[in-house]
């Protein structure tokens, strides 16, 4: 039986490359449900993609992000997810699904991640419906590109996003990525 009193920490990993609205919204509803929330940046998922910002400066940007909720914490993590979980003493893991097309991933590694450890719970958050449509790689793409990316991201993201890849032709520029620019990249 566990101790209704006991704080609910909450672990919620990803790239975080940059931090977006969307991750912002599955945080600060985690705690909803969660007394506290540790963000955690994977150092290994940089490694498997052409990541923007080092993890340290990924750490920085999601700081300032949260730095109005004291319940958030940000750290960064390496080796396995269970493992650094259980170290952390989290009651659960949070994931963001978006859509579909998160399910069928986001579902083999919360599986997987059960193998590895049965007794730690998944659980899963809907954004706010216009949030739902927003991905890193998305973000870096329109920035690369010189699109406007106010609307998706923090004044301390757009900060560093900006000081990265400059200024875009800002009037008259939607920000949409050329055709096909993102596939295969769901960050
Ligand atoms: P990953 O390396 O898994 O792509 P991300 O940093 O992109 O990690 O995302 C971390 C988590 O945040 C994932 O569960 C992802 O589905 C979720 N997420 C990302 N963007 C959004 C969004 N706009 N709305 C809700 N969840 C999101």
Known sequence: ?????APRTALYPGSFDPVTLGHEDIARRTLKV???VIVA????????REAAFPVEDRLDMLREVFADEPR????????????????????????????VSDFEY???????????????????????????FLSA??????????????????????????ARFGRGPA?????????????GDTG
């Open 34 to 36: 969660a007394d506290r």
């Open 72 to 99: 958030i914490t940000c750290v960064s993590f390496e080796g396995l997810l269970v493992d650094y979980a259980r170290r952390e003493g989290a009651a659960f893991v949070v994931r963001g699904l978006r859509a």
């Open 137 to 162: 790689s998305l973000v870096r793409e329109v920035a690369r590109l010189g699109g406007s990316v106010d609307p998706f991201v923090s004044p301390p993201v757009l900060r560093r996003l900006t």
């Open 106 to 132: 986001e579902f083999q590694m919360a599986q997987m991640n059960r193998e590895m450890c049965p007794d730690m719970e998944f659980i899963f958050l809907m954004p706010d419906a216009h949030l739902s």
């Open 1 to 5: 039986m566990t101790d209704s009193h």
């Open 41 to 48: 940046v994977a150092h290994s998922s940089s490694q498997s």
């Open 171 to 183: 009037a008259g520029n939607t920000g949409a990525p050329a055709a096909g620019g993102t596939a």
